[in-house]
C-alpha cells in the first residue's frame, strides 16, 4: 500500500464526540487527501493537502477540518460525529498533481 | 456537484466478453483521467490513466477511450476474467489550478464464470 498508514482501522462513536483519523505516509509524498466513501456516491473529498500546513476544502468538507504540522502526517477531524459521517473513510498521496494517487486500507468509522 | 457522471452503476459479463464503463465530465479543465479498481476490503489502485493529448491508451486488456468534444472516456476491458470482478472507479483533475482528483460514483463489476 505504498507506505500509506491509516489509523485506527474500525472505529465505533457516539454521536457528538470529537473523533481523529490520522494517515502516514512514509513515501515523502507532497499531496495527501481525505477521501469518504458510500454507496451510490463513489469516493468523496472531504479536504487535501498540497504541503505542510497547506489545506484547502473538497466537495464535502462541512463537519470536518484537518491538518498538517508535518509531511509524513495529516490528521482528519470530526469536531461532533453525526450518524452521517458513518461511512469508510480513505487516505491517498500523491507525488505531483495529475499523477498516480495511492490509497490506503481505509478507516471504517460508525457514529451511534 | 458530481462533476463526473459514470454508468452503469452495475454489470454482469460472461467470461471472456467485454466489460465497458462510460464516464462524462462537465469541467474541460480537467487534463489528467485515471481509472481505479477497488477490490472488497482494500483501498482503490490505480488501473490505468490517460491524458487528452491521445484519444487511445491500451494496457493489456484495458483500453480507455477518449473524446475530448464530447468530454466522455471510457474503460474498456476485453476478455473479461472473473478476477475482475470489482469496482470500477472513473476520476478526473485539473493539475493546474486545484490539484484535487473527483471520482465518478463506481461501477460494480461481476465477471461470470
Known amino acids: 500500500d505504498a507506505g500509506i498508514t491509516q489509523s485506527p482501522r474500525h472505529k465505533v462513536t457516539e454521536t457528538g464526540t470529537p473523533v481523529t483519523l490520522r494517515c502516514h505516509q512514509t513515501?515523502?509524498?507532497?499531496?495527501m487527501y481525505w477521501y469518504r466513501q458510500d454507496p451510490g456516491h463513489g469516493l468523496r473529498l472531504i479536504h487535501y493537502?498540497?504541503?505542510?500546513?497547506?489545506?484547502d476544502k473538497g466537495e464535502v468538507s462541512d463537519g470536518y477540518s484537518v491538518s498538517r504540522s508535518k509531511t509524513e502526517d495529516f490528521l482528519l477531524t470530526l469536531e461532533s460525529a453525526t450518524s452521517s459521517q458513518t461511512s469508510v473513510y480513505f487516505c491517498?498521496?500523491?507525488?505531483?498533481?495529475?499523477?498516480?494517487?495511492?490509497f490506503g486500507q481505509g478507516t471504517r468509522l460508525t457514529v451511534v | 456537484q458530481q462533476q463526473v457522471k459514470q454508468s452503469p452503476q452495475s454489470l454482469i459479463v460472461q467470461k471472456g466478453g467485454i466489460s465497458i464503463i462510460n464516464c462524462a465530465y462537465e469541467?474541460?479543465?480537467?487534463?489528467?483521467f485515471p481509472w481505479y479498481q477497488q477490490f472488497p476490503g482494500k483501498g482503490p489502485a490505480l488501473l490505468i490513466a490517460?491524458?487528452?493529448?491521445?484519444s487511445e491508451k491500451k494496457e493489456g486488456r484495458f483500453t480507455i477511450s477518449f473524446n475530448k468534444s464530447a468530454k466522455q472516456f471510457s474503460l474498456h476491458i476485453m476478455d473479461s476474467q472473473p478476477g475482475d470482478s470489482a469496482t470500477y472507479f472513473c476520476?478526473?483533475?485539473?493539475?493546474?489550478?486545484?490539484?484535487?482528483?473527483?471520482f465518478g460514483s463506481g461501477t460494480r463489476l461481476l465477471v461470470r464464470p
Open positions: 513515501e515523502n509524498h507532497r499531496y
Open positions: 491517498a498521496i500523491s507525488r505531483a498533481a495529475n499523477t498516480e494517487a495511492f
Open positions: 469541467n474541460t479543465a480537467f487534463d489528467y
Open positions: 490517460i491524458r487528452p493529448d491521445v
Open positions: 476520476a478526473a483533475s485539473d493539475g493546474d489550478s486545484s490539484y484535487k482528483l473527483i
Open positions: 493537502s498540497y504541503g505542510v500546513k497547506d489545506t
